[in-house]
Each structure stands twice: as structure tokens, then as C-alpha cells.
């Protein structure tokens, strides 16, 4: 296949090595930041050649590419219009395409079986920080939208929690810096299988990775979904209090050292927009 963009061959060799769209028996994606379809022409081809080898299941697929950048028309690809940065309006938006046409009955939803982002933080609002820093906090938020999306479509609701792990996955782009082992410790805290993995096809001198999650913690998530916080196994601050793993405050390193006391930063734990390069009291435990 021809496809759109370089960068798809940077998805070809993440599911040569990872496999989790076959190991999640994947029907139903959500692709964040596609534009121009080279990560969604990937999806659809690796999911029709896993359907044509186990040919008693559902051969439909479906693959949700989102971008505020037009995207052509291609085969079994529904394209949205849209900023996923703002995760409300986003979630509304997704549901109808989503919908199953049934002619009776309560609605019924077509399951999302994994989220896949490779955007970048070269965007509106963050001339302030590093690229590095912009992009942790956006995988970060991209990682609540991908539980929101599990929460509403993937997991059905019990009334207890569930246990063990569902096979669905989050693929991300992120960047080496200083905020990576927290990003990392928080898509941990959520799945049972998580690698870092820099493809042949990014260029030797960028800072871009990819982590590749599986496996969904069902106990985890359901706690998650409940409180939304995840916590870290150790402090990330001199507290002994552990930190909410969604609040990630810049460092001296990602401002212009001059003016560390006017940054400000909205904290993805608690939703508060704080100021300066210090964590966030709230989600440090430290009020």
C-alpha cells in the first residue's frame, strides 16, 4: 500500500513488534492527530488481514480519525473535524459515530478496542514552555481522554469492580526529557504491559518515542474513573505523600529562567490552573 506520510512506516514497524492491534482482536480505533492518514491507513490494513485470518468474526472495521487539519476521504475511515485537546466536546462529538443503528432497544455503541495518538505540541499556547514539557502534558491528557473513551465504549458497567485486564491499548508519541518517567509511571499505573520504543524511521537526532500500552488494568481504571487520580508507587517530590501522577508541573529547565514565578500551568489532576515551577499542592499532597 501507498501511503499518505513517512511517519505511517513508523506505525508499520510498532505493530510488527508490539502487535496489539492483533492481540486486541481490533475492530474499532481512535486516531488522534491523523491528518494526513498514514497512521489510519495503517490501522485499517493490519485490521483487514487479521479479520480475513480468523474469518468467523465481524469482519467490519472502523477507524475514528480526528484532526483540526482536513483529512482526505480513505476506505473504512470516518473522519472528525476536531480539537480532541477539548475532551467534552470531543466525547459528544464521538458518540453519534460511534451509534449502532438498531431497530429496537436501548443505544448501542460499537466498542473502541485501542486510542492511538502522534501529535505534537507545537501549538497554540505553549510558546511559554519546551516542547518537551508541552508534549508530556499532552500525552498525559490524551491519556485521560483514552480512559474516558474506555470508560463510555470498551468496559461494560458492573455494579463491582471488576478484575484482571482488558485487551485494549493506547499507543502514543512522546519525547525523551526529564517528564518522561512520570508520563510512563502514569500509563503504567493503567496497563499490565508498557515499552518505549523509538522506531527506525525517526530521525537519529529527534527526541521522539513511542510508548506502546496494553493490557488495561480493570481495578486500576475503575478507581481511576471514580476518583481521577492515579497515584505514584514513590514521591516525585520531598513529600512523603505520593503525587498524582496526572499533575505535572514544568521545571526551571522547560521556562525562561528569568521568569519561573509568572509561568502558568494547568494542572491535569485537579483541573486547577496554577503558577510558578512548583508542584501543585493539591495533587503533591502537600495541603
Known sequence: MKYRCQSALKLVELEETFHFLQRSHASTVVDLAAAPG????????YMLRYKKETPEKDQTVLVVATDQRPIAPLPQVHTLRANYMQQEKYMALLRPILKL???AGPP??????????DGVSVIKGQRNYSVTYAQSQMVLSTLQLACKIFHKYSIPETK?????TAPLFFVTK??????LPQVQDAIRSLFQTVETHKPMHSRPESDETYIVAQGLNLSAFVKQQRSGV????????NTKRRQNLFSLPPNRN???SHNTSRIIWYCLGCGATRV???PCPTCSGTV
Open 38 to 45: 498514514g497512521f489510519s491507513q495503517v490501522e485499517v490494513e
Open 101 to 103: 443503528s438498531l431497530p
Open 108 to 117: 448501542s455503541y460499537r466498542p473502541v478496542d485501542g486510542v492511538l495518538h
Open 160 to 164: 463491582q469492580s471488576p478484575c484482571g
Open 174 to 179: 512522546a519525547m525523551q526529557c526529564d517528564h
Open 230 to 237: 492515579i497515584h505514584a508507587r514513590t514521591p516525585y517530590s
Open 254 to 256: 522547560d521556562v525562561d
Open 276 to 278: 510558578g515551577c512548583t
